[in-house]
């Protein structure tokens, strides 16, 4: 299988705070999908690529990111510092690490064809 190079991207707002940290081999076709997709998109102001030379880096990178700068609109691996204190603890869902969500999405995720 050949790997290909993926992007590694980040969304700001006006303010330059971190929307959001997604990877993609065409980020600009990526963003076009965010545009009809999500509800946040009016607010980016500012986008920022990174190149990897393949997926994995750009994958770890991109939990790296995530874990470490917080982006707003991340769901996965942005795990809330601390519950709100009217929270239940019987209402929430067991906290799992970034890594074990990460290992949970690749054993779920397909194997792909080879590129040509």
């Known amino acids: ?11 700001y707002d006006e303010s330059e705070d971190l929307l959001y940290v997604g990877i993609a081999f065409d980020p600009r076709h990526r963003w076009k999908t965010h545009a009809r997709e999500k509800p946040w998109w009016a607010e980016v102001h500012v986008r920022e690529i990174e190149w990897f030379p393949t997926r994995v880096e750009a994958e770890e990178a991109e939990a790296s990111a995530i874990k470490g700068q917080r982006p707003k609109h991340n769901v996965i691996g942005n795990v809330p510092i601390r519950a709100l204190p009217a929270q239940r603890k019987s209402q929430r869902r067991p906290d799992r690490s970034v890594e074990e969500m990460i290992a949970a999405l690749e054993a ?3 194997p792909r064809r080879p590129v040509q």
């Open 1 to 11: 299988m050949r790997e290909s190079r993926t992007a590694l991207y980040r969304l």
């Open 108 to 110: 779920r995720r397909k």
